[in-house]
């Protein structure tokens, strides 16, 4: 019963602080302040605010106290201005989801290898009020920005059990499928039915033992939702680029991977947008880049993505391997994963479908499917020259490097559905 309580108390903080988020005057007067779309964009603006706290080194209590009394501020206006706080069936339906996932992930506290090593050791000097000069853990070059969002919600938790900090990477998760199926407009029910076929593919609770691709599979699908808003309904571009960015920011801070994904968004970018926002993105994402660069020399932390992983002269490296045998091993564990993922695997498979019936639909989706390229690339690249026992090492950590970009095709196959709808 406590521990439910302390559930409780983590749901309702954050529900406060997304209602009160800042995007609520920028809100349109028919969208409710309580809806899965307004939420989750307040979700990404409140996550950035932790990563400010984050690399300040504020106070976890007195920033939590802040973030209370600004989100009640927001809500009184919110209020006075008359705006819309009905509640719908799908958010409704996404929190009584995330009640009954946090009570599994409550009663499944096994940790991974990786997680006891070294995540839950940086998510420690957090909670104790350290900082990253304070981390001496085996991988401390990695970010720091996931081992932080625990600690904090951690320290700020009713009860300091280390799972609680945990939850809100399942909330980030429930709020990211719901806003994706939320782009569908048409019946609640065909959105609930695909809100749930989406979590059958894609959850297990072991993602959630605090290592990090599930945050970054929740990332990748706010972003492939605010590309879709961008390209192809052309809707609220600037608002939706600027959260693009925000996330993008938070990638990068969250996993090594996300230098990656930094490069590649930042590639279709500036290859689709209009002239204009090229410039603002191509030196927002370079501005994103610096200011890492500039905490890592500051903080004496290793620019080395992963130093036991690569060794400082790559080019050395590669000319010692025998790429082929290798290329070939990347290749041959990347299919095997790949059908172990069922959300990819079967979106692939749809989309060959739609393929076949209509070669021209998809031409819209140009961008996802260069996305899909590159992005599959790098990894394959980012194989090669590892100084771990390969391919072992590779094998261990293949299936959750595709989850994280697993709902990639999920918008192209809504679109479809609406269009073939009307």
């Not at 004496?300 to 993505?305: A, D, F, Q, R």
Request: charged share 15%; proline share 2%.
């Amino acid at each position: 019963m406590i521990e439910l309580l302390n559930i409780f108390f983590l749901f309702f903080s954050i529900f406060i602080f997304l209602t009160g988020g800042i995007l609520n005057f920028h809100n349109e007067k028919k969208t409710s302040i309580i809806s899965i779309d307004n939420f989750s964009q307040n979700m990404v603006l409140l996550l950035s605010l932790i990563w400010i706290a984050s690399i300040f080194d504020l106070s976890k209590e007195k920033f939590f106290i802040f973030l209370y009394t600004l989100s009640f501020i927001i809500i009184v206006c919110s209020i006075l201005l008359k705006k819309d706080f009905k509640i719908d069936i799908l958010t409704l339906f996404s929190i009584f989801i995330f009640f009954i996932l946090s009570i599994v992930i409550t009663n499944d506290l096994f940790l991974s290898h990786d997680t006891r090593l070294y995540w839950i050791e940086k998510a420690k000097i957090f909670y104790n009020g350290k900082f990253v000069n304070d981390d001496f853990t085996i991988k401390n070059e990695y970010p720091h920005f996931g081992t932080y969002l625990w600690g904090y919600f951690w320290k700020n938790s009713y009860l300091n059990y280390e799972y609680v900090g945990r939850i809100p990477y399942l909330l980030i998760y429930i709020f990211a499928i719901s806003h994706t199926v939320n782009v569908l407009k048409t019946r609640v029910y065909i959105k609930l039915i695909l809100f749930l076929i989406i979590i059958l593919f894609s959850y297990e609770s072991k993602y959630f033992d605090g290592r990090q691709d599930i945050l970054l599979f929740s990332f990748n699908l706010f972003i492939f939702r605010f590309l879709y808003e961008i390209f192809i309904n052309k809707n609220n571009v600037k608002k939706n680029l600027i959260l693009t960015i925000l996330l993008l920011n938070l990638i990068l801070w969250t996993k090594t991977d996300g230098l990656l994904y930094l490069i590649v968004y930042g590639f279709i970018l500036f290859l689709f947008l209009e002239k204009k926002n090229k410039l603002i993105s191509l030196f927002s994402i370079l501005f994103l880049f610096v200011i890492k660069v500039y905490f890592y020399k500051f903080w004496g932390i290793s620019l080395n993505p992963s130093v036991q992983m690569y060794d400082a002269n790559i080019l050395q490296r590669i000319s010692e391997i025998d790429i082929f045998y290798r290329l070939y091993s990347i290749i041959y564990w990347y299919l095997i994963n790949l059908f172990k993922n069922p959300l990819l695997l079967i979106s692939l498979l749809i989309l060959l479908a739609i393929y076949i019936s209509d070669r021209r639909f998809l031409s819209k989706f140009r961008y996802i499917f260069i996305f899909y390229v590159f992005i599959t690339l790098g990894i394959f690249a980012s194989y090669l020259p590892t100084m771990y026992d390969f391919p072992f090492a590779m094998i261990g950590s293949f299936d959750r490097i595709i989850l994280q970009h697993s709902g990639i095709f999920l918008l192209p196959i809504f679109y479809f559905i609406v269009k073939k709808l009307k």
